[in-house]
């Protein structure tokens, strides 16, 4: 497996679906130091991974915390994901996204924002008031 850039973007997000798919994304992530993301498909549905244990050295800002935490909660508002997802502070899993494509983009901007680039993240989980 490829290095994966920082951020990664969505159509290089690991399909992390089957155990060994899953191990070798994480293992890689691990080996490069950087926050492990990955989808994985549910049934008819599909689960953004990302882990900043991988990455130990990788210290996510309070404000990109909140950032991330607001948008999950947003996303989860709207049912576009399911309640009991995860928004960290160093393990993230947005359950029950309808699709591949928002799965990969919702990596891609959480992946983003873990590393401090916000402005994906607001343009996929716009706040409403």
């Not at 990455?55 to 576009?80: C, K, M």
Request: proline share 9%; with cysteine; glycine share 2%.
């Amino acid at each position: 497996m490829e290095p994966l850039p920082i951020p990664c973007p969505a159509d290089l997000v690991p399909d992390a679906t089957r155990v060994d798919a899953f191990n070798t994304a994480y293992r890689v992530a691990k080996e490069q130091r950087t926050v492990f993301v990955a989808v994985e498909r549910q049934g008819p549905r599909w689960t953004v991974k990302a882990d900043a244990l991988t990455a130990p050295q990788h210290s996510i800002d309070t404000a990109v915390y909140d950032a991330v935490r607001e948008a999950v909660i947003q996303l989860i508002r709207s049912r576009q994901i399911r309640p009991d997802s995860s928004a960290g502070p160093v393990y993230f899993v947005l359950h029950d996204v309808d699709s591949e494509p928002r799965a990969r983009e919702l990596a891609a901007v959480l992946h983003a924002a873990l590393y401090g680039d916000l402005e994906p993240l607001a343009r996929a989980a716009p706040q409403t008031s």
